[in-house]
């Protein structure tokens, strides 16, 4: 007997001795130390990464942790570690945390920067990433796809970190659902700021995708809450949820171009989020439906102006029978108790109806399938001017009821119904962005399961005081919509820099490039009258502007045929803005060109009163180049075998070499071939960019090359205004040809001797899917 009790007392005391041994805290210097503490480690572990920059750094977490005692991989001092070229970290096991990583000055060399798995077989469940930074960690070309952060696996959390940069195609966070290991997930998305997306020219440009079309019939249960999405602005979908039973709770979506979709996959609960536009943008969206089953309530919508698929609330129409990949027909969703301040036309039903396409499309692209069952309840709808059309319907609309929807202006829609109703009520500003009633509206309609909607937006027992619209009184007068300081990691804020520029004043083309090299980005250099002969490239990889002292006696840059490069050489990142300059070239030379490869960024190219001529073209891109700004304001472009070319995007897959072209109140003169042709392939109704303004302006005696039918090419572009404009001796067979069915027409311009105008209703693209 004696003998049994040592042995129990001998075993007892080794899982005692082994719980004290395993907490263990490993500073590791190298990425050699790392895989030696990673290969030892014990539940109850630390292993921090010291101090400095880890370079090329493909770290691999594995380990079997316990709910009590994770093992935990962290820095010596937030801030103070930054992971950067081609690295990349990779977690597998139970129970593991990561902890203050920061990712910067590089890019992942393989299909993600944080995942969730090492390989198939070894896959991270229980585990967390947290206070982690991901900033401008992108692909040197932006066609390269990658994903930021992959889910895979159970039970696993992203919270209090910062993403944001990411310019190349893939969603910045994908959730994987592949394989029973990979559903029924319940992770947490939880407290994050995602902070800028740019806008990157085509689809694959999403901040979230949770799921994908093969798996959207897969239960997912991922909690997307409290986080913060800042100007994601890469693509029409914020967040693009494909699979079944998300939830989207309590989330602000500020100024993103977006909208937050439920793509694929059923039964999603959206509730209490908040969505801020602004005076600027039409492309600021809320939420768009497809499929079945989903709940949207409690929702805030203050200043969108968005439209069709960026509209506040967009109820699609479907494809009959429709395969995984395309629009399911939409049935059985709620939007209840939600408020809409300012926003025009608050919802849009039946969207991409497109049943008129019929001549271009095939029949398993035909949208035809209109809502069932959709129910609109207990809505708010406020404007401090009055809105008479808060209903627009792109088709018949009979599945969808109302039912005590309130609304402050008059009701001027095609769809009027009792159930929407104009009243005369108050809303008071508490601050900025919040507006809340001065008395609560308490005719609710009580619907089918509502006593489950038992909360306000700001977490108001409705039981005891409910309201029409997403605010329930009373509220305090402090009352903040979000706090911007609960989002991210507490240790990091992101950089915005509010200096003020230094104006560089040159004299000489040697003071010139000198200055170009010295300057920070925002800086100015102001040229003396005079001419000055450049023999080289000047390459703009950071915001510059460059302008003449004196608007009179304008200074003239006269680039030299020694070199056939362009004049100024736009770079990932590069914002160039020449203003009063005379800009005189050879015919071997663009004036302005992008690098052939790796633009992994935007450019931008503003001219204002300015002068340009004797250049091969005004400017030339290369594939994978996108500026997501190109304006010709007030100028005079001249004497050049051709113009503006945004049309190296040929293979049809949605992408375009530029977000916003303005051309304005400018003349352009003897240019050979096209001034324009700015062109977007590929049917992808998700697509809606890019956008062309066209106005005040005279084209003259150009378009005389015998390949030159078309003077202004805009194929595939969705959004152009084509007005004022004088055409005269343009000896083309067409001025432009327009796309009418996207609301494309000319308006006021005079036409001499010049080709015509045509207006093609519906056109013939290729399909992507």
Not at 280 to 288: A, D, K, P
Not at 474 to 501: C, M
Not at 542 to 561: C, D, M, V
Request: charged share 25%.
């Amino acid at each position: 007997m004696k003998y049994i009790f040592l042995t129990l007392l001998l075993f007892f005391s080794g899982i005692n001795f082994a719980q004290k041994a395993s907490n263990q805290q490993i500073l590791v210097k190298n990425i050699t130390e790392y895989n030696s503490a990673v290969d030892k480690a014990k539940p109850g572990d630390v292993i921090t990464l010291a101090n400095g920059v880890w370079k090329d750094a493909e770290l691999i977490f594995k380990g079997q942790g316990t709910k009590d005692q994770p093992i935990t991989l962290n820095v010596e001092d937030k801030g103070k570690v930054t992971i950067e070229g081609k690295s990349s970290l990779k977690l597998a096991g139970e129970h593991l945390i990561v902890d203050g990583l920061y990712f910067t000055n590089g890019y992942t060399p393989s299909n993600s920067v944080i995942q969730f798995k090492v390989d198939n077989e070894h896959i991270a469940n229980h585990s967390r990433v947290t206070n982690c930074v991901i900033e401008n960690f992108t692909q040197p070309s932006r066609d390269v796809q990658d994903h930021w952060i992959e889910f895979w696996g159970r039970n696993n959390q992203m919270d209090h970190c910062y993403i944001a940069g990411k310019s190349n195609s893939g969603p910045t966070l994908r959730v994987f659902l592949k394989g029973n290991e990979n559903i029924n997930t319940h992770h947490q998305i939880i407290n994050n700021y995602f902070g800028p997306r740019p806008r990157k020219g085509g689809p694959h440009g999403e901040t979230l995708q949770i799921g994908s079309s093969e798996t959207s019939m897969t239960p997912a249960y991922v909690n997307v809450s409290e986080n913060l999405f800042y100007r994601c602005n890469g693509e029409v979908e914020i967040i693009s949820s494909k699979s079944n039973f998300n939830e989207f709770k309590h989330n602000v979506f500020f100024e993103s171009e977006g909208s937050l979709v439920l793509r694929h996959g059923n039964y999603a609960k959206i509730d209490g989020n908040v969505f801020i536009g602004n005076d600027n943008s039409e492309f600021i969206g809320g939420i768009r439906v497809i499929n079945t089953g989903h709940w949207i309530t409690n929702n805030y919508f203050y200043k969108l102006k968005g439209s069709e698929f960026r509209s506040p609330l967009a109820v699609m129409n479907g494809i009959p029978k429709s395969p995984l990949n395309r629009y399911n027909q939409v049935t059985d969703v709620v939007a209840a108790f939600n408020t809409y301040v300012n926003c025009i036309s608050p919802w849009h039903f039946s969207v991409g109806s497109n049943v008129a396409k019929s001549d271009v499309l095939p029949a398993s692209e035909i949208r035809s399938a209109r809502p069932e069952r959709v129910l609109l309840a207990n809505n708010l709808i406020y404007n401090d001017k009055e809105q008479k059309f808060p209903v627009v319907a792109y088709d018949t609309i009979d599945g969808v009821s109302f039912k005590k929807n309130i609304l402050n202006s008059p009701n001027e829609s095609e769809i009027r119904d009792k159930g929407i109703i104009t009243r005369d009520f108050k809303m008071k500003k508490i601050n900025e962005y919040l507006y809340v009633p001065v008395e609560n509206q308490t005719d609710i309609y009580s619907g089918f399961d509502f006593e489950k909607i038992e909360e306000d937006i700001f977490g108001k027992d409705r039981r005891t005081s409910n309201s029409i619209g997403a605010i329930s009184l009373p509220v305090h007068n402090d009352q903040k919509l979000f706090e911007i300081s609960k989002y991210g990691p507490d240790w990091y804020t992101p950089i915005n820099e509010n200096r003020k520029a230094e104006v560089f004043q040159v004299s000489t083309s040697e003071e010139l490039l000198e200055a170009v090299q010295k300057m920070a980005s925002g800086d100015i250099i102001e040229i003396k009258s005079g001419a000055y002969k450049l023999d080289v490239s000047i390459p703009i990889d950071k915001k510059i502007t460059i302008q003449s002292k004196s608007e009179e006696n304008r200074a003239i840059l006269q680039f030299s045929g020694n070199n056939s490069s362009a004049a100024f050489e736009m770079n990932p990142g590069g914002v160039l803005k020449l203003e009063n300059i005379i800009l005189k070239g050879t015919k071997n030379r663009d004036a302005f060109g992008t690098l052939d490869k790796n633009m992994s960024s935007a450019y931008n190219l503003w001219v204002d009163n300015s002068e340009i001529s004797d250049f091969n073209s005004l400017l030339k891109v290369s594939q994978r180049s996108f500026a997501d700004t190109i304006s010709i304001a007030n100028s005079t472009i001249k004497d050049l075998q051709s113009g503006i070319n945004l049309a190296e995007e040929t293979d049809d897959k949605g992408e375009y070499n530029a977000e916003f072209v303005y051309i304005i109140n400018s003349k352009f003169e003897n240019i050979k071939e096209e001034i324009l042709n700015y062109y977007r392939g590929g049917y992808d109704e998700s697509t809606i960019g890019g956008n062309l303004v066209l106005t005040g302006n005279t084209f003259k005696n150009s378009g005389t090359s015998e390949d030159t039918d078309i003077l202004l090419k805009t194929r595939g572009i969705v959004n152009v205004e084509f007005s004022n404009n004088s055409f005269l001796n343009n000896p083309v067979k067409f001025i432009a040809i327009l796309w009418g069915e996207k609301g494309q027409k000319p308006e006021n311009n005079s036409i001499k001797n010049s080709g015509e105008i045509k207006v093609e209703e519906n056109l013939k693209q290729k399909l992507m899917y």
